[in-house]
């Protein structure tokens, strides 16, 4: 992960966004551990025949050096 967010702010990114599935308690404790946090955007994909709701983190990157 640090890696990853690195090579995007050595690329000119301010911030980083991923989204989760709502109901994945694991993932959005890592990612909130990490310092990633929910910025209140919500959305639903039903493309494999049921509903499932994600929610989006955002998380401010390095300054490259």
């Known amino acids: 992960m640090a890696a990853a967010l690195e090579r995007l702010a ?9 989204w989760v599935l709502d109901s994945n308690v694991r993932a959005r404790r890592f990612y909130e551990a990490g310092g990633w946090s929910t910025d209140g955007a919500v959305k639903d994909d039903d493309s494999r025949g049921f509903r499932m709701t994600e929610v989006r983190y955002r998380r401010p990157l390095p300054s490259p050096d």
């Open 10 to 18: 050595a690329a000119g990114f301010e911030q980083a966004i991923l």
